[in-house]
């Protein structure tokens, strides 16, 4: 899959209810529409491109575990794996699509849509 066929998918997902309760009722927060729609399209581990990786649902969910930080407290849901210890994350608070590395502990690079931080 490419960078573009994923932001397609995406941009034409059915919104999961269920899915936007739990991660509203893990963060306390409204999510963007954008968000809802990324995280209901993330059924499996999709690969696209040469160094990204969208996150299960699960992975989403857990996301504390896999980044080890606690990511409710940020404010942060990272939604896909850039590789070299980079995720692309939604940052809650200031409504805008960032990268964040986890050995720097660092959010850099922050966009308004999620096709340009991708």
């Not at 899959?1 to 994923?6: I, V």
């Not at 991660?23 to 491109?49: G, P």
């Not at 942060?76 to 980079?86: E, L, S």
Request: glycine share 2%.
């Amino acid at each position: 899959m490419s960078k573009a066929e994923y932001i397609e998918l995406v941009n034409e997902a059915d919104v999961k209810e269920e899915r936007k309760k739990e991660i509203c009722s893990i963060y306390h927060h409204e999510l963007c529409d954008e968000l809802v729609k990324v995280i209901s399209v993330a059924d499996t581990v999709d690969f696209f491109d040469e160094e990204r990786r969208a996150l299960s649902y699960r992975e989403i969910v857990n996301a504390s575990e896999l980044l080890g930080i606690d990511v409710v407290t940020k404010g942060m849901i990272p939604v896909i794996d850039a590789y070299d210890c980079t995720f692309i994350v939604f940052l809650l608070n200031e409504k805008k699509w960032a990268k964040y590395n986890t050995i720097d502990k660092e959010v850099f690079k922050e966009k308004e849509k999620l096709e340009d931080i991708i």
